[in-house]
Structures are given as C-alpha cells and as structure tokens.
C-alpha cells in the first residue's frame, strides 16, 4: 500500500514528497537512510569531479613526471611526443625552435607571460595581434587532442628544460 501511496504522490508536482514518504523514519523501523544516503551520493560526487581532468581546466598539466633528465640529455615519454608533434602546427609561423619569426612572436617568450586558461583560450580561438592574426585552431583535431601536451611540451621549452629539436624518447 505504501508503494502505491508513494506512486501516486510522485505524480503530484511534490516529487519530493513521494521521496520523503518512501524512506521515513516510521516506515523504516525509526531510522532514517536519508542522512546516509545524501552522503553516499555526495562521496560519489566528489570523486567523479576530483577525478574528471577536463572539469579540473584550473590546474596547468606538468611536464615533469613525462621526463628524465641525465648528464644534460632528457628524453620524454610518448605522452610529452604528442606535444611535440603537435607543435608542427606552430613552428610555421613561430619558428622550428619557437623563438619567434617576422609574422609570430616567440612561444617560449609567451608562455612564461600566460596562465593556462588564457593559453587554452588563444589556441582555441585564435588572436589578434599587432602583426598579424593567429588563427583558431578549435577545429584542428591535430592540435585539439594534445592541447595539454603542447602545453606541458611549450613549458618545458620555455623553461630550459628541453632543448629545440627533435626528442629521444623512453618508454615507460
């Protein structure tokens, strides 16, 4: 009879209501599963979103676990290579190294001036410059895909830490 009680509460506006009545306190021998419930929903929340790299856009991807370095002479793992390769993309208007050309300003310059948020911006988007236009690179699966290792890849070159040209790699 409950059951039906809650079925037809819950095609009254008060869904809740139907809720409530289904998990209370009297039906349930005077416990109430609403506080475990909530909370269970909740941990599983919050594990999706901590988990979720592509609702975590805050935090910058870091090159450093995607390197070893020994005697001055890094390699990278395949992960750091996608970057790599995604910056052929770049290196036509900003240089085979990234230090910039007569139509484009040095990438390495720039990104130790820019957060993530507006490097994800003006790669997605493009910009418009004093010298010329960057264009939108939104529709480029080529580049969309390695976003985050052209980043980490364009970090570590404008830090000093890898050097231009091609890259040795291990596998991990």
Same mark, same amino acid.
């Given at each position: 009879?409950?059951?039906?009680?809650?079925?037809?509460?819950?095609?009254?506006?008060?869904?809740?209501?139907?809720?409530?009545?289904?998990?209370?306190?009297?039906?349930?021998?005077?416990?109430?599963?609403?506080?475990?419930?909530?909370?269970?929903?909740?941990?599983?929340?919050?594990?999706?979103?901590?988990?979720?790299?592509?609702?975590?856009?805050?935090?910058?991807?870091?090159?450093?676990?995607?390197?070893?370095?020994?005697?001055?002479?890094?390699?990278?793992?395949?992960?750091?290579?996608?970057?790599?390769?995604?910056?052929?993309?770049?290196?036509?208007?900003?240089?085979?190294?990234? &230090?910039?050309? &007569?139509?484009?300003?040095?990438?390495?310059?720039?990104?130790?001036?820019?957060?993530?948020?507006?490097?994800?911006?003006?790669?997605?988007?493009?910009?418009?410059?004093?010298?010329?236009?960057?264009?939108?690179?939104?529709?480029?699966?080529?580049?969309?895909?390695?976003?985050?290792?052209?980043?980490?890849?364009?970090?570590?070159?404008?830090?000093? &830490?890898?050097?231009?040209?091609?890259?040795?790699?291990?596998?991990?």
């Amino acid at each position: 009879m409950h059951i039906n009680l809650a079925v037809q509460r819950s095609r009254n506006p008060s869904f809740v209501g139907a809720f409530l009545s289904v998990i209370a306190p009297e039906r349930l021998g005077g416990k109430s599963i609403l506080v475990p419930l909530i909370g269970t929903a909740l941990a599983i929340g919050s594990l999706f979103f901590a988990a979720s790299p592509s609702l975590a856009e805050d935090s910058p991807p870091s090159y450093k676990e995607h390197i070893q370095c020994e005697d001055g002479k890094c390699k990278v793992d395949l992960w750091l290579v996608r970057g790599y390769r995604a910056f052929s993309q770049c290196q036509v208007c900003h240089g085979l190294d990234g &230090t910039g050309s &007569t139509i484009a300003p040095s990438l390495l310059d720039k990104m130790l001036e820019i957060d993530h948020a507006r490097y994800v911006d003006v790669v997605t988007n493009g910009y418009q410059g004093q010298v010329g236009v960057m264009p939108a690179w939104k529709e480029n699966p080529n580049v969309m895909k390695y976003i985050d290792q052209l980043y980490a890849y364009l970090m570590a070159r404008a830090d000093g &830490t890898l050097p231009a040209g091609r890259l040795e790699r291990y596998d991990r």
